[in-house]
Structure formats: structure tokens, C-alpha cells
């Protein structure tokens, strides 16, 4: 599996993007797609996910005003980001989990996208 992102760029507080990522190779096994971000200085950290159903998590510094979406038979997910920060600022990063179940059991795998720079200036 292959990740893609787009749509990230510089913006001014109380503005919106919107990021999309899409996926190849073998989308038809991805369980859950998500996106992580990372500041400077500061650890990745889980911004939205999405599972296959649509089950929805998000971290609760963007409760209320992101929201995540996907295309299953796209194989994309989308990032709709409104009421931006400054403290939103960072590199985005598209995560896809795919679940690999055998008779043994099952085995999950992650793939990360390359990232796109969100910048929020206040």
C-alpha cells in the first residue's frame, strides 16, 4: 500500500484546510486509515481515525472542528480542518492499517505516507 497527501499549506488563524490522502496498491485490505501529526520538537500524534465501518476517533484538541472521512472503494481519506490554530501547525501524516488474518491468526501492518506542512499563523 501507497500513501499520497495533498492539500496542505499555509493559512491564517480561524481558517480551514482540507487534506486528502490517497491510497494504491491493495486498498481493499486497509482496516483503518487515520491521520497523525507532528510539530517541532514534539512526538506524532494520532489527529483522526476512521475504520472500515466509518467509526470515528478523534483527539480532543480537534473535537468540534475536524472532521475525518474516506472513500472506501477510492481508497482515500480526507482531513476537513476548520477553526485552525496556531497550535495545529505541523507536518500531517497519512497512516493506512492493514489486518492480515490467517488460520494462525492475524497480523497488522502500518504504512505512513510521506507528509504535508500545515502552517497556521495567528
Known amino acids: 500500500v501507497q500513501l499520497e497527501e495533498s492539500g496542505g499549506g499555509l493559512v491564517q488563524a480561524g481558517g480551514s484546510l482540507r487534506l486528502s490522502c490517497d491510497a494504491s496498491g491493495r486498498i481493499s485490505d486497509i482496516d483503518t486509515m487515520a491521520w497523525y501529526r507532528q510539530a517541532p520538537g514534539k512526538q506524532r500524534e494520532l489527529v483522526a481515525s476512521?475504520?472500515?465501518?466509518?467509526?470515528?476517533v478523534y483527539s480532543d484538541s480537534v473535537k468540534g472542528r475536524f472532521t475525518i472521512s474516506r472513500d472506501n472503494a477510492k481508497g482515500a481519506v480526507y482531513l476537513q480542518m476548520n477553526s485552525l490554530e496556531p497550535g495545529d501547525t505541523g507536518v500531517y501524516y497519512c497512516?493506512?492499517?492493514?489486518?492480515?488474518?490467517?488460520?494462525?491468526?492475524?497480523?497488522?501492518?502500518?504504512?505512513w505516507g510521506q507528509g504535508t506542512q500545515v502552517t497556521v499563523s495567528s
Open positions: 497512516n493506512a492499517v492493514v489486518i492480515v488474518r490467517t488460520i494462525e491468526g492475524s497480523q497488522s501492518f502500518d504504512y
Open positions: 476512521i475504520r472500515s465501518d466509518r467509526y470515528t
